[in-house]
């Protein structure tokens, strides 16, 4: 049982790069989630999916867009990255929305 | 006024010693808490969830005040491998965002 799968580990992205953060699940959760966490802060929500077909802002959306066609995967697109995008990403899951998260390992992403 | 505030770190103290952290939040509507732990460069793993009265497991014990909107967590007899940040987790919106506070950083020194 893989858990949250997120590809890839790390990447550095010149200014104006595009990327896409995969997720991926394999416990039939309902709802997934993705954040960022910036050094000496707490996880900020950039989107968020309640089901396949359904996508929602969280805190922080601007630059990002998400996807979910399918209960497994919910990638992350970052268009045109910025200076201001670098962080660690995190994609996480959770069976109800309320029985707390699994996180994936995370992705550290630079843009310079 | 943050939605979620933590004491600040690092915490220091020597195997064996008892520690406690505190967790303030400001939607009196949340509805559910948790604690998680996060080691260095690793993601989060959720550490406990925290009933209204009160949950033990182990050396750790969770507690929540409702009326004065904390949470506390404690940890007994600190083992060398309890060093991580600690994160309060709180959840407001039922399933739509569980807001994480900055984390409290504790070290257990030999």
């Known amino acids: 049982n893989a858990g949250v799968t997120q590809t890839p580990k790390f990447r550095i992205l010149k200014i104006g790069q595009s990327m896409t953060l995969q997720c991926a699940q394999d416990?039939?959760?309902?709802?997934m989630y993705w954040y960022r966490q910036d050094p000496g802060m707490g996880l900020k929500l950039i989107y968020y999916?309640?089901?396949?077909?359904?996508?929602d802002k969280g805190e922080v959306p601007n630059g990002y867009n998400v996807s979910r066609s399918t209960t497994e995967d919910f990638p992350l697109r970052l268009e045109l990255a910025a200076p201001s995008q670098t962080s660690v990403y995190f994609c996480?899951?959770?069976?109800?929305?309320?029985?707390?998260?699994?996180f994936g390992s995370g992705t550290r992403l630079t843009v310079v | 006024r943050k939605e979620v505030e933590q004491d600040p770190g690092p915490f220091n103290v020597p195997e064996g010693a008892t520690v406690a952290f505190n967790c303030t939040y400001s939607?009196?509507?949340?509805?559910?808490f948790f604690w998680y732990r996060q080691d260095c460069r690793k993601e989060p793993k959720l550490l406990m969830s925290v009933y209204s009265s009160g949950n033990e497991d182990g050396r750790f014990t969770a507690q929540l005040n409702r009326a004065s909107q904390y949470i506390s967590l404690l940890i007994r007899d600190s083992k060398l491998s309890d060093s991580a940040t600690y994160l309060c987790v709180v959840n407001h919106n039922y399933g739509q965002n569980f807001v994480f506070g900055p984390g409290t950083r504790l070290s257990v020194l030999p």
């Open positions: 416990m039939n959760h309902n709802y």
């Open positions: 999916s309640v089901g396949a077909g359904i996508t």
């Open positions: 939607n009196s509507a949340s509805q559910s």
């Open positions: 996480a899951s959770s069976w109800t929305g309320d029985d707390g998260y699994t």
